[in-house]
C-alpha cells in the first residue's frame, strides 16, 4: 500500500480535526441558532464581525443570512461591522483601534439584537470591547473561537454562547469556523423557512 502523499496527509490531518470537534461544537451551534432565530423573530437584527483571518468568514455568515445559503428566501437582517474600512480606518487612526467594533456597536446596536464575533485566538481586544459594550447595551452575545482560555472566553456571561472549536492552530480554527459558519445558516434557514425540498 503506497504511503500518502504530504498534500493527502495534511487534507485527512483537517478532516480529523473537524471531525474531532463535532460532538463538542454541536449543542453550542443549536443554541445559536435558536438564540439568532429568537431575535430574528423579535424583529431584532445580527451584528457580525471578525478579526484578521476569521473576517472573511465573518463577511460569508452575513453573506448567507442577507442573501441565501441553501435555496431562496427572505433576507434577514445582518450587518457586518468589519468591511467598513473607512469608519475603521478613522476609528483607528485616532488612536481608538480597540474600539473600532465597540464604537458601532454603541452607535447602532439596540436591546434584543444579536452580535456574532469571530476571532480564530481568542484573544482580540476590539473583539473583548465590542462583547462589552454589547453587555452594557442588552445585545446578546454569541463567540466563535479557535482557543481556549482567551481574553474573549474571560469576558463570557451567563447567557452568552461560546464556540469553541478546540484547535491546534489557525489553519485549523479557520477550517473549523467556515464548517460551524455553514452548519448555522444551514440550521438557520431550515427552522425560519423550511427546507428547500
Known amino acids: 500500500m503506497n504511503e500518502l502523499s504530504p498534500i493527502s496527509n495534511y ?5 480529523d480535526s473537524a471531525a474531532s470537534n463535532i460532538e463538542q461544537i454541536a449543542p453550542a451551534i443549536n443554541d445559536a441558532c435558536n ?3 429568537q431575535s430574528l423573530l423579535s424583529d431584532k437584527k445580527l451584528i457580525i464581525c471578525g478579526n484578521g483571518y476569521s ?3 465573518a463577511g460569508l455568515l452575513t453573506t448567507c443570512l442577507m442573501h441565501q445559503q441553501e435555496f431562496e428566501r427572505p433576507s434577514l437582517p445582518a450587518i457586518n461591522i468589519s468591511i467598513d474600512s473607512t469608519t475603521i480606518s478613522a476609528i483607528a487612526t ?3 483601534y480597540h474600539h473600532v467594533y465597540s464604537k458601532q456597536i ?3 446596536g439596540n436591546e434584543g ?3 456574532v464575533a469571530l476571532s480564530t485566538d481568542g484573544n482580540c481586544s476590539n473583539i473583548v470591547q465590542a462583547i462589552q459594550t454589547a453587555h452594557e447595551k ?8 479557535g482557543f481556549e482560555n ?3 472566553s474571560a469576558v463570557k456571561q451567563e447567557g452568552d454562547i461560546e464556540i469553541l472549536l478546540h484547535s491546534n492552530s489557525v489553519a485549523r480554527a479557520m477550517e473549523s469556523q467556515l464548517l460551524a459558519v455553514n452548519a448555522l445558516c444551514h440550521q438557520i434557514e431550515n427552522q425560519l423557512f423550511g427546507s428547500a425540498d
Open 106 to 108: 454603541r452607535a447602532m
Open 113 to 115: 439584537d444579536t452580535l
Open 11 to 15: 487534507l485527512c490531518d483537517a478532516i
Open 138 to 145: 442588552g445585545v446578546h452575545v454569541i463567540t466563535m473561537i
Open 35 to 37: 438564540l439568532i432565530g
Open 150 to 152: 482567551g481574553k474573549i
Open 94 to 96: 485616532d488612536g481608538n
Open 55 to 57: 473576517a472573511p468568514i
